[in-house]
């Protein structure tokens, strides 16, 4: 006879609740300031110099997280306003 009992699943700490609660409200704070810019994550952008196209995007796996671009030769860099627009 097969057992329907399942195991219980992992115990998580209240701190790494409250940590995974922190890096989200950083993720939304960086979401805010796109939309503030008129940008959203996975935008085609080119730098003011016309040299480099590339995507937007939140590297939501950092801690912190922080916004970077995507060349289209796989480079990463990081997004600053004042060196990117949208394509």
């Known amino acids: 006879m097969m057992s329907t009992h399942r195991p219980a699943p992992p115990v998580v700490s209240l ?4 940590d995974h609660i ?9 979401q805010r300031t796109l939309a ?6 996975g935008d085609p952008v080119c730098s ?3 040299g480099t196209r590339g995507r937007l995007l939140i590297a939501r796996d950092e ?10 030769d796989g480079v ?6 004042a060196r990117w627009r949208h394509a």
């Open 36 to 41: 503030q810019l008129g940008l959203r994550d």
């Open 63 to 72: 801690s912190p997280p922080r916004l970077l671009v995507r060349a289209d």
């Open 22 to 30: 922190a890096h989200e409200r950083d993720v939304l704070a960086l």
């Open 76 to 81: 990463l860099t990081d997004f600053a306003p």
């Open 15 to 18: 701190q790494a609740k409250l």
């Open 48 to 50: 003011l110099d016309g």
